[in-house]
C-alpha cells in the first residue's frame, strides 16, 4: 500500500490550491487529511467517508473528494490563510467506528506529506 501526497506550494492569503492523493495497494472506506504546523500537534482537517467531514477551521473553505476510478483523494483549499500553514498529509484507514474519524491514530496507512505554505 502506497499513498503520494502533491500539489503543494507557496501561495499569498486568499489563494487556493489543490492537493492530491493518490493510494495504490488497496481500496480503503475512509480517507483523509491531517496537517501538522511546526511546534504544533498534527490535527484533522477533513475526511471523506461516504460523506464529507470537516474541521471547524476549514469548514467552509476546504473541498474534499475522492475520484475511485483514480483511485485519488483531493482537497480543494480556497481562500488560504497564513495559519493554514503546515505539513499535509493524506490517510487511508477501514476503521468501522465513525467517532474517530477525526483521529490519527484510527488510520492505518499515511502519505509522505506536502508541504503548503500561506505567506500574508
Known amino acids: 500500500v502506497q499513498l503520494q501526497a502533491s500539489g503543494g506550494g507557496l501561495v499569498q492569503a486568499g489563494g487556493s490550491l489543490r492537493l492530491s492523493c493518490v493510494v495504490s495497494?488497496?481500496?480503503?472506506?475512509?480517507t483523509a487529511w491531517f496537517r501538522q504546523a511546526p511546534g504544533k500537534e498534527r490535527e484533522f482537517v477533513a475526511a471523506?467517508?461516504?460523506?464529507?467531514y470537516y474541521a471547524d477551521s476549514v469548514k467552509g473553505r476546504f473541498t474534499i473528494s475522492r475520484d475511485s476510478a483514480k483511485n485519488t483523494v483531493y482537497l480543494q483549499m480556497n481562500s488560504l490563510k497564513p495559519e493554514d500553514t503546515a505539513l499535509y498529509y493524506c490517510?487511508?484507514?477501514?476503521?468501522?467506528?465513525?467517532?474517530?474519524?477525526?483521529?490519527?491514530?484510527?488510520?492505518?496507512?499515511w502519505g509522505q506529506g506536502t508541504q503548503v505554505t500561506v505567506s500574508s
Open positions: 490517510a487511508a484507514g477501514n476503521g468501522n467506528i465513525l467517532s474517530t474519524i477525526r483521529i490519527g491514530s484510527a488510520y492505518d496507512y
Open positions: 495497494g488497496r481500496t480503503f472506506r475512509t
Open positions: 471523506f467517508r461516504s460523506k464529507e
